[in-house]
Nanobody, 123 residues
C-alpha cells in the first residue's frame, strides 16, 4: 500500500500560481502511476492529469492543458502539480491518487487517494 498526503493548497488571485505536492509513504513510490483530480462544490470529480512511473509520460486534461504541469521526484517520493494562470473556475479540492498501471487519459483504476487540499482562486 501507499499513503498519500497533499499540501500546497491555499488562496490565490486569478492569474497567480500554485504548486501542489503529494508526498507518498509506504511501498516504493516509483512503482505507482500518479494522478491528480479535483472536485469543485456541487460538481463531479474531474480528472486533471497523470504521470507515469518514471515521469517520462504525462497526460493533461483539456480543461487545464497549457496551464499545468505534472512532475515527480522519485528520490523524494513526491509528485507535483504546478498550476499557472489560475482562474476562479480552478477553485476546488485537489486530490492526488496512485495506481500501478499507466493508461493516459483513462481516469479509472486509482486505488489510493490522499485527503485533498483546497485551492481557492479569487477574481
Amino acid at each position: 500500500q501507499v499513503q498519500l498526503v497533499e499540501s500546497g493548497g491555499g488562496s490565490v488571485q486569478a492569474g497567480g500560481s500554485l504548486r501542489l505536492s503529494c508526498a507518498a509513504s509506504g511501498r516504493t513510490f516509483s512503482s505507482y502511476v500518479m494522478g491528480w483530480f479535483r472536485q469543485a462544490p456541487g460538481k463531479e470529480r474531474e480528472f486533471v492529469g497523470t504521470i507515469n512511473w518514471s515521469g517520462s509520460r504525462t497526460y493533461i486534461g483539456d480543461s487545464v492543458k497549457g496551464r499545468i504541469t505534472i512532475s515527480r521526484d522519485n528520490a523524494k517520493n513526491t509528485a507535483y502539480l504546478q498550476m499557472n494562470s489560475l482562474k476562479p473556475e480552478d477553485t476546488a479540492v485537489y486530490y492526488c491518487a496512485a495506481k500501478t498501471s499507466y493508461s493516459g487519459s483513462d481516469p479509472g483504476g486509482y486505488s489510493y487517494w490522499g485527503q485533498g487540499t483546497q485551492v481557492t482562486v479569487s477574481s
